[in-house]
């Protein structure tokens, strides 16, 4: 644009770089004269990508009246103008007068080559970006990583956070004693336009440190030597920006202790930590605020303070993601009359959002695009399975399974895809990706069964994961039609390691339940919701009614009795927990009556003791009693030992409630005595425990009852079971009051209504 173009006319006569390309030539001028491409174009009349292909040599030597409208935006004179129109026509300059080949040092040795002071330290950088907005502890980061002697700092982070921008802003205002010159090369390493020759870096380079164009050395190691040594005395600020890979970088590195390099990628370059001592800095999106700090400054003040919680809403569903919100920015800035609102509901349909991210050529799919593209096939294949998972996070075993592929080829793959920043590891192996890029990779071809492979994934490791935690118990379920069986399952070692990974996978299990639900996938989505029971019974007042409540739609439309008397049972149980003891019962008696039908012992004994809780919180513990002792027979007769003793459990906890000391005793006892499970911790063991403790204080053995009662509590703290440690610290705190005690209960309480 005329205003951009420097103050009179000048000549690239004397100047202009000898048997270069008309591209090479023209991208010189145009950093000299210091536009952009976009400033360039417009005030030429010619498209960005038109003036692009001309500077990278991929069209053909343009009309002389474009050649004339570059010359003029660039604010040539006649000379340069003929000197640009011979460039167009024969494919290169007119070649400069130069010294007679002889006069001349064969392969000239760095120290022959001196070159010309410019007449002001060069200045090769863009303009600084414009509408910039906070980034203070980025921009504070920058600066301690430059200081010290030769510093490379690379600055990586996704597409579309900003890096180039930060650099830029941070170049224009903070360096400080970098007096002998700024130079910049955008190394195109996720572009479609192809990457710049180092060597023709490099002259551009030289050139702007005053070395004479028939002096630049032929070749990129000469070129690459030359201006290492003409940077050792020099302070220097070296800009590379979009690097692709260190190799792309180092023959660009300057030499010396004076020189500042800072490297923008998308990939996190670890080689040239490891070989130039580079200081990394991430790059993240923007928080809430200086994301709508941003929608400010290119929106105006006046329009998002007339709208704060739309443009709060707005920047999340950019995700914080700077390249985001300046596209949606930009719509709503060609659209006055459209309020924010109107763009956050618009943006709120998935299917649309990456749509309207995106203008022209440029948006979030765009850049997405150019940076998986980098990657490996096998990388790419996972990327796009990646996006059918139903859950926030993912570790390399749910990856193999999506991609039908192990868990160790899973893990290079999740390697290289946070290394190109499209996903981030939260905690030591588990990762995440950005709501943009999930939905980004949900748009990508996979294979039809993904879904399927995962949701098996998560019923195999549920289940191996219940064994663990819960030894001897029953299969809820046999498998699935057509189940897709991983390539490898996790193992767990003990109950410890199943309980974390139930802990960490609870919303992922439930997401799974739901995407399962939603695919009708209806075998999947009950047995998803079963194999969560250990959880379930370790927090039961986490509301998981709405879990159970889709699982039991799901075997009605399955058609599925055996699973519909399980999952009614354990929603009868949770409802009776949460006090909602009427609904509870309509659900125990159909379970009971399903599985007396089904002649299925198990489950009716199961359906007698969950109704014998609601009949016992209905006040009918007589009718608790007798419904437990049934329990126990069926049990007895399947010789289902585990279901005998859960049986036996709450008949005791059903005596001591009214007050049956003796019998409460003799019948904990007699579980505690049976030998099942012994050796191990688990919740009937703990419970027994707490009524034993409970009987033992009701028939004034003080000292034995406190004693039974810090063991359960001790053994539920163990096994992270705050129902039970709130429990048995409850009955303590009624027998003795104690401060050690009281804030043990108060800490456990404090959880579960955290939770609930």
Request: hydrophobic share 45%; proline share 5%; aromatic share 4%.
């Amino acid at each position: 644009m005329a205003s951009s173009t420097p103050a009179g006319s000048f000549s690239i006569t004397s100047s202009a770089p000898a048997a270069v390309s008309f591209g090479v030539l023209l991208h010189g001028l145009r950093r000299r004269a210091g536009l952009s491409q976009e400033d360039l174009a417009h005030a030429a009349g010619v498209s960005v990508r038109t003036l692009s292909y001309l500077e990278q040599g991929r069209s053909r030597g343009p009309q002389r009246r474009t050649v004339q409208a570059l010359a003029k935006a660039l604010g040539l004179d006649a000379a340069g103008f003929r000197e640009l129109e011979e460039a167009a026509s024969l494919g290169r300059p007119r070649p400069a007068r130069t010294t007679p080949t002889a006069e001349l040092p064969a392969a000239a040795p760095e120290a022959t080559v001196t070159a010309s002071p410019p007449a002001s330290a060069p200045d090769l950088l863009p303009r600084a970006p414009r509408g910039f907005h906070g980034r203070a502890g980025e921009l504070a980061a920058l600066t301690r990583a430059s200081a010290g002697e030769a510093p490379v700092c690379l600055v990586v982070g996704p597409a579309g956070v900003g890096k180039t921008a930060l650099v830029l802003h941070w170049a224009r205002h903070d360096p400080a004693g970098l007096t002998d010159g700024r130079l910049y090369a955008d190394l195109r390493g996720f572009s479609d336009m192809g990457e710049p020759a180092a060597l023709d870096v490099l002259r551009e380079f030289l050139t702007a440190l005053g070395v004479p164009s028939e002096r630049i050395p032929e070749s990129e190691n000469a070129a690459s030597a030359l201006f290492r040594s003409l940077a050792a005395d020099r302070q220097l600020l070296v800009v590379l920006d979009n690097a692709r890979d260190a190799e792309q970088v180092r023959p660009l590195l300057p030499g010396g202790d004076r020189c500042v390099t800072v490297v923008t990628s998308r990939h996190r370059l670890a080689a040239l930590i490891v070989t130039d001592t580079a200081r990394p800095l991430a790059v993240d999106v923007l928080t809430p605020q200086d994301a709508t700090a941003l929608l400010a400054r290119i929106l105006g003040t006046d329009r998002i303070d007339a709208e704060p919680a739309a443009a709060l809403r707005l920047a999340g569903l950019c995700g914080g993601l700077p390249l985001a919100l300046r596209v949606a920015a930009a719509r709503l800035a060609g659209r006055p009359g459209w309020s924010l609102a109107v763009m956050a509901d618009e943006l709120s349909d998935e299917t649309r959002r990456l749509g309207l991210l995106d203008l022209e050529d440029t948006g979030v799919r765009a850049a997405l695009h150019l940076t998986l593209r980098q990657l490996a096939e096998p990388v790419r294949h996972l990327f796009a399975a990646l996006g059918r998972h139903p859950g926030s996070h993912v570790d390399r075993y749910a990856a193999a399974a999506l991609a039908a592929t192990d868990p160790v080829s899973a893990d290079t793959a999740l390697e290289h895809l946070t290394a190109a920043h499209l996903l981030t590891e939260t905690a030591p192996g588990r990762w995440q990706m950005h709501d943009l890029v999930r939905l980004y990779a949900r748009g990508l071809d996979a294979h039809p069964d993904t879904l399927t492979r995962v949701l098996d994934h998560y019923i195999t490791t549920a289940t191996a994961a219940v064994a663990a935690a819960e030894p001897g118990s029953e299969d809820c379920f046999p498998l699935p039609t057509g189940f897709l069986a991983p390539l490898a399952v996790r193992e767990f070692g003990d109950r410890g390691a199943a309980v974390a990974w139930f802990t960490a996978e609870r919303d992922n299990l439930t997401q799974a339940v739901a995407a399962a639900s939603a695919a009708r996938l209806h075998e999947r989505t009950w047995r998803l919701a079963m194999t969560m029971w250990p959880l379930i019974v370790w927090r039961v007042r986490d509301g998981w009614a709405p879990l159970l409540e889709t699982a039991l739609a799901a075997t009605r439309a399955g058609a599925d009795e055996h699973g519909e008397a399980r999952v009614l049972n354990m929603l009868g149980w949770v409802l009776t927990e949460e006090d909602r003891t009427p609904e509870a019962l309509v659900h125990l008696e159909a379970a009971h009556a399903l599985a007396a039908r089904a002649g299925d012992s198990f489950a009716e004994a199961n359906a007698l003791i969950v109704l014998a809780m609601a009949q016992a919180a209905l006040g009918d513990l007589d009718q608790a009693a007798t419904s437990c002792e049934r329990a126990a027979g069926l049990a007895r007769q399947s010789g289902d030992r585990r279901i005998e003793r859960l049986a036996t459990q709450h008949l005791a906890r059903h005596q001591a409630d009214a007050g049956h000391w003796h019998q409460a005793l003799t019948t904990a006892n007699q579980a505690l005595n049976s030998g099942y499970g012994s050796g191990t911790t688990d919740i009937p063991h703990i419970l027994l425990l707490i009524i034993k403790g409970e009987a033992l204080l009701g028939l004034g053995h003080h000292t034995d009852g406190t004693t039974q009662l810090d063991l359960a509590a001790r053994e539920a703290e163990a096994a992270g079971y705050d129902d039970g440690t709130v429990r048995a610290l409850a009955a303590l705190l009624r027998a003795a009051p104690d401060p050690e005690i009281q804030a043990r209960y108060d800490t456990a309480l404090a959880r579960l209504t955290t939770r609930a």
